[in-house]
């Protein structure tokens, strides 16, 4: 059970205004919505979040299949941030995951996992995505997550 997420900074740039009113309130909980608001680097803050939130929800879904997303039903928390890193914990379904964050600035990157021992073996590979080329299928990853100009995938 593990899942990964990217968000390409330029894309998200562009095609989301997570400061529109309402936004925050749909997507976050209170005590996230004050590390936004509190954050050095609040649009960061904005994709980190959600990065954390959309990896432990495709963990999650490829165990159990069911497709519901209530993006406030996952709480995010311990965030513990480094340069270039953060770790984190997310509650979802009264499952604690542990997450590990990449924090560039082209993109943000998550990996989500149950167990840590899981996410200490997983192995990261980040590549140019290409919409026509499905190759990276046949090489079995455990988890695959695609935006803008950027493919994610984990190996177990």
Wanted: glycine share 4%; proline share 3%.
């Amino acid at each position: 059970m593990i899942g990964n997420d990217i968000v390409d900074l330029a894309i998200a740039a562009v095609e989301s205004n997570w400061k529109r009113k309402g936004y925050l309130e749909k997507i976050f909980t209170m005590t996230e919505r004050f590390l936004i608001t509190s954050a050095k680097d609040a649009e960061q803050m904005v994709w980190l979040l959600w990065t954390m939130k959309e990896s432990v929800y495709k963990a999650a879904t490829d165990k159990s299949k069911i497709r519901t997303f209530a993006p406030c039903t996952l709480n995010c928390s311990n965030l513990i941030l480094h340069p270039g890193s953060a770790t984190g914990t997310i509650v979802y379904e009264e499952q604690l995951y542990y997450s590990q964050s990449i924090l560039t600035p082209t993109y943000i990157h998550t990996i989500a996992a149950a167990k840590l021992a899981i996410l200490n073996q997983a192995k990261l590979t980040i590549d140019d995505y290409n919409e026509s080329d499905s190759s990276y299928r046949s090489t079995n990853p455990a988890s695959v997550s695609h935006h803008g100009q950027y493919l994610a995938m984990i190996y177990l």
